[in-house]
């Protein structure tokens, strides 16, 4: 089992740039969650999907933010045009159903200048 | 009012000390809980499910009331290594919903 795999791990970039953020599930996982982490705010559940499709993405913050998943090894979370204030660890997480447990990627630290 | 409600500490205690933490859910619907550990600049990892017999691993053990809507951690003979975040997880009864507790604090000192 390889786990949830993320990349980049990390991303620097400048403000305006767009930055896309990449996920693998587990496989057989078939519900993935992004979320955003910072100090000042915590975890913060973006959006998530069930079965590829987008379930709840109002903690999306704006419409510079966008996620994918096109099938059910791969989702992406795009932020186009970034923005300092973007700057935070983004994890992504899979689980097999409500019942079980969250398993989370190793996270892709963004800093923006 | 929070989904889940957790008291943020921090705990600073000797080794081989037993702490506890609680955490409290609002939706009396929610099927499943769980505690997570963080180190600092790492992902959140399971550290174990809860129960509603409870459970115990090791020297963690983790209690679910249904009653009061709440569930607590305990570790015994804290190491150094236990040193870390600890999060409250609550799956909510209406889907595929997850709520974190804020976290809390746990520092083992020598």
């Known amino acids: 089992d390889a786990g949830v795999i993320q990349s980049p791990r990390h991303e620097v970039t400048e403000m305006g740039q767009e930055v896309t953020l990449r996920c693998k599930p587990i496989?057989?996982?078939?519900?993935l969650f992004w979320y955003r982490q910072t100090m000042m705010r915590g975890l913060e559940l973006l959006i998530y999907?069930?079965?590829?499709?987008?379930?709840?993405d109002s903690g999306m913050p704006e419409d510079r933010f966008s996620a994918k998943m096109p099938n059910a090894s791969f989702s992406t979370l795009k932020i186009q045009p970034s923005e300092p204030r973007d700057s935070a660890v983004y994890f992504c997480?899979?689980?097999?159903?409500?019942?079980?447990?969250?398993?989370f990627g190793n996270g892709t630290r963004l800093t923006v200048t | 009012r929070k989904e889940v409600e957790q008291d943020p500490g921090p705990f600073n205690v000797p080794e081989g000390a037993t702490v506890a933490f609680n955490c409290t859910y609002s939706?009396?619907?929610?099927?499943?809980f769980f505690w997570y550990r963080q180190d600092c600049r790492k992902e959140p990892k399971l550290l174990m499910s809860?129960?509603?017999s409870g459970n115990e691993d090791g020297r963690f053990t983790a209690q679910l009331n249904r009653a009061s809507q709440y569930i607590s951690l305990l570790i015994r003979d804290s190491k150094l290594s236990d040193s870390a975040t600890y999060l409250c997880?609550?799956?909510?009864?209406?889907?595929?919903?997850?709520?974190f507790g804020t976290g809390t604090s746990l520092t083992v000192i020598p």
């Open positions: 997480a899979s689980s097999l159903s409500g019942a079980s447990p969250l398993h």
């Open positions: 496989s057989g996982h078939n519900s």
């Open positions: 999907f069930n079965n590829n499709v987008p379930i709840d």
């Open positions: 939706n009396s619907a929610s099927q499943s």
């Open positions: 809860v129960y509603s």
């Open positions: 997880v609550v799956n909510g009864g209406t889907g595929n919903q997850f709520y």
